[in-house]
T-cell receptor, first 112, second 111 residues
Framework: NAGVTQTPKFQVLKTGQSMTLQCAQD?????MSWYRQDPGMGLRLIHY???????DQGEVPNGYNVSRSTTEDFPLRLLSAAPSQTSVYFC???????????FGDGTRLSIL | ELKVEQNPLFLSMQEGKNYTIYCNYS?????LYWYRQDPGKSLESLFV?????AVKQEGRLMASLDTKARLSTLHITAAVHDLSATYFC???????????FGQGTRLTINP
């Protein structure tokens, strides 16, 4: 099992550009989440999903879109990148809320 | 709005000593998670606490949950250098793994 795979690992964007951060898991997990982590801070939930076709907003959803067309994939779209979105993004998955989340290695995103 | 507060935020301790990290949260929840993060790395799950009075132990780490007091503790026994990391607690807001994280406790264990 590869676990939770995030791509790319690093990305630099210009303000106003759009891009998609990819997250894939091969563990047949229903629950998936996207977080951002800013320096010296805890993680903040952006969007989460409880199964294919079902997504909901987290704490900081503005400027981001998600979709969940398959169990395996949960891409995060930045619609029009802003410097305030410079952060490390983590994707996580689990079988249920009673189980621990498995985290990907993260995507380090810089927006100039 | 759910707030999750950890203290202390920074902790420097000597090997062999015991210490406790506290995680307070502001609204009702029956599910709390503890994670570890090494510098520049991803997060690793330590414990999932599912009910009032839950206690879990793994090696030198023990976590407990008091849902009535809205408090979880992570106790470190006879600390060793390898436990140096940042520790996060997170609380499930909605029962669907909609998590709110604490700020993290940066633990440094000195020989």
């Amino acid at each position: 099992n590869a676990g939770v795979t995030q791509t790319p690992k690093f990305q630099v964007l210009k303000t106003g550009q759009s891009m998609t951060l990819q997250c894939a898991q091969d563990m047949n997990h229903e629950y998936m989440s996207w977080y951002r982590q800013d320096p010296g801070m805890g993680l903040r939930l952006i969007h989460y999903s409880v199964g294919a076709g079902i997504t909901d907003q987290g704490e900081v959803p503005n400027g981001y879109n998600v979709s969940r067309s398959t169990t395996e994939d949960f891409p995060l779209r930045l619609l029009s990148a802003a410097p305030s979105q410079t952060s490390v993004y983590f994707c996580a998955s689990s079988t249920s809320p009673d189980q621990p989340q498995h985290f990907g290695d993260g995507t380090r995103l810089s927006i100039l | 709005e759910l707030k999750v507060e950890q203290n202390p935020l920074f902790l420097s301790m000597q090997e062999g000593k015991n210490y406790t990290i506290y995680c307070n949260y502001s609204t009702t929840s029956d599910r709390l998670y503890w994670y570890r993060q090494d510098p520049g790395k991803s997060l690793e799950s330590l414990f999932v606490l599912l009910s009032n009075g839950a206690v879990k132990q793994e090696g030198r780490l023990m976590a407990s949950l008091d849902t009535k007091a809205r408090l979880s503790t992570l106790h470190i026994t006879a600390a060793v250098h390898d436990l140096s990391a940042t520790y996060f607690c997170a609380v499930d807001l909605k029962g669907a793994q909609k998590l709110v994280f604490g700020q993290g406790t940066r633990l440094t264990i000195n020989p």
